[in-house]
Each structure stands twice: as structure tokens, then as C-alpha cells.
């Protein structure tokens, strides 16, 4: 019997029923002995256009039950060399994003403090600041890759600095990030100006627009990050509307010419070898696809995040 958590399996319990946790793995009150938690952070309330990723942690946990422990593809193993649980959700108040933001990034003071990794399930993007800002007093200023439709480098949204499109400008400027080491892959659509995106390649980061990834394969560009990155800390953001509403239509801020899921895995995949210390899946808003199938993506792109991991095992 294995000393490692392990998802309900598909033949003890029906896929439809059992827990309600991610990969119906067993839920814990704490990261305490756990060296990667699943965590959800149900916030919208930074969101500036269409609401609903409040409900995207759970719908992610109820689309997760297909999941299955081995990668075939990758031949990853991470329930059989890591202690893995689902600690729940981060207690937001549902009306106040700037007391939220600060009960963010306590939560994950409180689970770094435990040597654990976090996977977390958004919400809006408006999250990943108070968690870099929590990463930043571990590691330091972190590399990052940024999957994403938006640079998110807004300096104001409605005369306020904190909201779901102003997380790295926030970032940059409280040096939470390795400028030299920053991703951004994905980036497209109509803007206001040049600077929409070039604000961020004049902080010495590289920008990889959607039309720069039309046609082809994204693994030498993988190649590139991992180079550039080398062991730094580093972590993982991928917005969901980094891909094409073709495949993703579930999400606040649609953008067309997107990303395909394959293109997605590759990225994710590609992130094997990073000194990952955490990552999330964020903006999935599931009123916008009553089908479930943008959950269903993230749901197993966040099991692909785990699956790049440092100490997962690999093999046949």
C-alpha cells in the first residue's frame, strides 16, 4: 500500500459521485505535510468585464473526476513520489478586493510556510499578485512564465491599481519578479496603444504574441524559456483566455486567434525541468460554458502543472 495520497480511482467510486475535492484526492485542513496542496481562490470580484470566476474552483474540482494518476503521454508519475492533497479554498471577502488580496497572500504565507507547493484554481487573475508577493519572501524576485490573451500591465483600471489587468505592473514594481526571466506567451488582440505590450519588453521581458505561435509548435520556444530560466525559482500563470474561444469560451475577456489546447501542453510540458515553485489556472468562468469543457481544460492543465513538478517521478 502506498504511503503517498492517491485519487479515488474510476473503479472504486463512479466518476460522477464521491468528493468533491480536486482529482478527488482526500482533503486536508492545512499544507501541513503535504509537499504539493490543490488550493482554490473563488475570487471575480477584480474581474472589469464579465463576472464568474468565483465559481470556477468548484467547477474545476467537478470536471477533475475524469482524471486519471499517470500521465500517459509524459509517463509522469507525481502520486507515486509526492504528497499531494486538496486544502480548499482561500475565505475571501466577497466584497472588498483589497482586504482579499491581503487575506491572499496571508493564506499563502501560511502554506509556503510549510515547504508546499501550490496548484491553485481561480478566480481572477487579480490572485497571482498577493502570491507573488508571498513567493517573493521565499525565493525573491521569481522568473515567470505568463500564459496569457493580456500583458495584465495596466497601471490603473477605473482609477484603481489593483485589479485582474494590473497584477505584473504591481509585480515589477515591488520587484517580486526577475525581469530578464519573465515569459509572456500569447499575447493578442486590440489594444489602446503600443504600450499595451511594450511596457513589458521595456522591463526586459519577452513577449511572445499569439501570431508568433500561429502554424507551429511551440517546444523550441520552450526551449528558449528553459535556457533563459535555467534553475531559477519560477512560477507558472496561465490565464485560460491565453486560448482560442474556440476551445475555451468560458472565460471574462474573450480574445479571437488564440492559443490552441495542444499548443497549451506544450507550454505546460515544456515547463519540465523549471525550478517550479507554484502555479495557477485562473479565469474560468463557468456561466459563460454551461458545457463544462473550459473547467475541463483547466482542470487538466492544472494536473499537466503538477505533473512538471520537481520530484515527480517518471517512468513506465
Request: hydrophobic content about 40%; glycine content about 12%; aromatic content about 8%.
Amino acid at each position: 500500500m502506498t504511503e503517498f495520497n492517491q485519487p479515488l480511482g474510476g473503479n472504486d467510486m463512479p466518476r460522477f459521485a464521491g468528493p468533491s475535492t480536486m482529482m478527488r484526492l482526500p482533503a486536508h485542513k492545512s499544507a501541513a505535510g503535504l509537499d504539493v496542496c490543490f488550493v482554490g481562490v473563488p475570487l471575480d470580484i477584480g474581474a472589469s468585464n464579465r463576472s464568474g470566476t468565483r465559481h470556477g474552483p468548484r467547477q474545476i474540482r467537478a470536471e477533475s473526476c475524469m482524471l486519471r494518476p499517470f500521465n500517459l503521454a509524459t509517463r509522469a508519475r507525481p502520486f507515486e513520489s509526492l504528497q499531494i492533497g486538496d486544502i480548499g479554498d482561500v475565505a475571501i471577502n466577497t466584497f472588498d478586493l483589497k482586504k482579499s488580496v491581503g487575506i491572499i497572500e496571508t493564506a499563502y504565507d501560511e502554506i509556503l510556510s510549510h515547504g508546499c507547493i501550490p496548484l491553485t484554481l481561480g478566480g481572477d487573475h487579480t490572485l497571482t499578485l498577493p502570491i507573488l508577493r508571498a513567493m517573493a519572501k521565499v525565493y525573491g524576485p521569481v522568473a515567470l512564465v505568463h500564459v496569457d490573451a493580456h500583458a495584465d500591465i495596466n497601471d490603473e483600471m477605473f482609477g484603481e491599481k489593483i485589479a485582474h489587468g494590473t497584477p505584473f505592473r504591481r509585480a515589477v514594481e515591488e520587484g517580486l519578479l526577475a525581469c530578464d526571466k519573465v515569459f509572456q506567451i500569447g499575447l493578442r488582440g486590440s489594444g489602446y496603444s503600443p504600450e499595451d505590450f511594450d511596457w513589458s519588453r521595456q522591463q526586459g521581458f519577452t513577449v511572445v504574441q499569439a501570431e508568433e505561435c500561429w502554424y507551429k509548435t511551440l517546444a523550441p520556444l520552450m526551449e528558449r524559456v528553459r535556457a533563459t530560466i535555467g534553475d531559477h525559482p519560477t512560477y507558472l500563470t496561465f490565464d485560460i483566455d491565453s486560448l482560442d474561444p474556440a476551445f475555451a469560451p468560458g472565460t471574462g475577456t474573450v480574445e479571437v486567434g488564440g492559443l490552441s489546447t495542444w499548443q497549451a501542453l506544450e507550454i505546460i510540458r515544456g515547463c519540465r525541468g523549471l525550478n517550479l515553485v507554484g502555479g495557477d489556472l485562473v479565469e474560468v468562468s463557468p456561466p459563460f460554458d454551461p458545457s463544462g469543457n473550459t473547467a475541463l481544460i483547466g482542470a487538466n492543465f492544472l494536473f499537466e502543472m503538477l505533473c512538471v513538478l520537481p520530484g515527480v517521478k517518471y517512468g513506465a
